[in-house]
């Protein structure tokens, strides 16, 4: 028989040891793992920095380009702005100087055709200066020269208020007496002491009449 001291058995707890040390081991180097998988990688970070920086410059160019267009614009539709106030401006001195101008010489045309009955009375005045004056030949020019105004007077829209044996009518005619009469129906134009006269048919000066009136009975 021997006589060493037995050793006592340690084999049997070594192993669990072991065991639990490689699991924790195997659990940190998961760990590590997954720690890095979550992270970036450093070239993905330079990557998109890089294509941000790209994306806002191309930006900052598209805004600068939409600026610079609405200027243009802008500067466009003032330059338009001006030219027509410009055209407004010019249309509105033409027409009152076109206005000042009809004003002016608006009787120019009746003045031209007026003339000419002045010429004419004037030869008649001047004849009848003369010592050898025909009297049937001035009252034949003086007729001539009436006619004449008539002719002007008519052209240019005056029209004349004459209105014996017509109606009275206050509108045109201004009773200056009245004449008991009963040859003609009451309120007659029977005599008209002053012609009236109408521009346009716009009463200009009424006709100074004698108006009928029922006789008185006996």
């Avoid at 240019?156 to 017509?166: A, I, L, M, N, W």
């Avoid at 200056?176 to 002053?194: A, G, Y």
Wanted: a negative charge; aromatic letters at 4%; proline letters at 6%.
């Amino acid at each position: 028989m021997s006589t060493e001291p037995q050793r006592p058995e340690s084999a049997p707890q070594e192993a669990p040891q072991r065991d639990e040390a490689a699991l924790r081991a195997a659990v940190e180097a998961y760990k590590e793992a997954d720690a890095t998988l979550d992270e970036p990688p450093a070239s993905a970070d330079g990557a998109s920095a890089e294509s941000e920086a790209q994306t806002e410059k191309r930006s900052i160019e598209e805004l600068s380009a939409a600026l610079d267009a609405a200027r243009a614009e802008i500067e466009d539709s003032r330059d338009q702005v001006l030219r027509a106030r410009a055209e407004l401006e010019n249309l509105r001195r033409r027409h009152a100087q076109e206005l000042e101008k009809a004003h002016k010489f608006a009787l120019d045309g009746f003045v031209r055709e007026l003339l000419q009955v002045r010429d004419s009375l004037e030869l008649g005045c001047n004849a009848a200066q003369e010592a050898s004056a025909d009297v049937d030949k001035l009252r034949e020019g003086t007729e001539l020269t009436l006619k004449l105004l008539g002719d002007v007077m008519e052209k240019f829209g005056v029209g004349v208020v004459d209105p014996v044996d017509q109606p009275f009518d206050p509108e045109f005619h201004q009773a200056m007496s009245m004449q008991p009469r009963e040859d003609v129906p009451p309120n007659t134009v029977v005599l008209v002491i002053q012609k009236g006269y109408t521009l346009n048919g716009r009463l200009v000066r009424p006709a100074l009449v004698m108006v009928s009136q029922a006789a008185a009975a006996q």
